[in-house]
T-cell receptor, first 116, second 118 residues
Framework: AQSVTQPDIHITVSEGASLELRCNYSYGATPYLFWYVQSPGQGLQLLLKYFSGDTLVQGIKGFEAEFKRSQSSFNLRKPSVHWSDAAEYFCAVGAPILGGSYIPTFGRGTSLIVHP | KAGVTQTPRYLIKTRGQQVTLSCSPISGHRSVSWYQQTPGQGLQFLFEYFSETQRNKGNFPGRFSGRQFSNSRSEMNVSTLELGDSALYLC?????????????????FGAGSRLTVL
């Protein structure tokens, strides 16, 4: 079964600073990979996804992530953080089943705090 | 187009009661998945329905059940509520069919139903 680890429970950055949130997964083959963001009291919003192809993936809100097979990682990055980026970030891994369907397994999340 | 709609958004129940939560997926989506989110356990998969059939199931007791209607709307039910059932219950919909995964099977989540059990 697949699993995902987000080693950082909390990350604090200053507004305008760069950001990298770490995600490591465990799966025997190339999985589907996702980053979601959750604001307080809200559901999860998809930031970006990786299914195959180019290992550098661009997402919404200026986020990007890079799939590194050798490191089993899918780290999320943003060059300049805005105060509105403060939220909970979840990495998810999905093992492909049924020719395209999958059930994602989520990490425990990283809480991003942005200082002005 | 309209997103995933979950009702009710907030509810309070007492131990032993039962609760039904509703999820209306994005138009055209045939798969509905349910997740339980708690501070202690994080996001845990409950079950997935596709074309009115339960296609996948997580590791939850039989008190947790669900169903899907012909219009793809889904309900989940929790019977004999326990304090530990207090959580945010999230529903997600997707196209759900087989074929190219490039974008059609990405999950879109609703805002959730916050259940408090007293």
């Amino acid at each position: 079964a697949q699993s995902v680890t987000q080693p950082d429970i909390h990350i604090t950055v200053s507004e305008g600073a760069s950001l990298e949130l770490r995600c490591n997964y465990s799966y025997g083959a190339t999985p589907y990979l996702f980053w979601y963001v959750q604001s307080p009291g809200q559901g999860l919003q998809l930031l970006l996804k990786y299914f195959s192809g180019d290992t550098l993936v661009q997402g919404i809100k200026g986020f990007e992530a890079e799939f590194k097979r050798s490191q089993s990682s899918f780290n999320l990055r943003k060059p300049s953080v805005h105060w509105s980026d403060a939220a909970e970030y979840f990495c998810a891994v999905g093992a492909p089943i049924l020719g395209g369907s999958y059930i994602p397994t989520f990490g425990r999340g990283t809480s991003l705090i942005v200082h002005p | 187009k309209a997103g995933v709609t979950q009702t009710p958004r907030y509810l309070i129940k007492t131990r032993g009661q039962q609760v039904t939560l509703s999820c209306s997926p994005i138009s055209g989506h045939r798969s509905v998945s349910w997740y339980q989110q708690t501070p202690g356990q994080g996001l845990q998969f409950l079950f997935e329905y596709f074309s009115e059939t339960q296609r996948n199931k997580g590791n939850f007791p039989g008190r947790f059940s669900g169903r899907q209607f012909s219009n793809s709307r889904s309900e989940m039910n929790v019977s004999t509520l326990e304090l530990g059932d207090s959580a945010l219950y999230l529903c997600a919909s997707s196209w759900g069919g087989t074929g190219s995964p490039s974008g059609a099977n990405v999950l879109t989540f609703g805002a959730g139903s916050r259940l408090t059990v007293l």
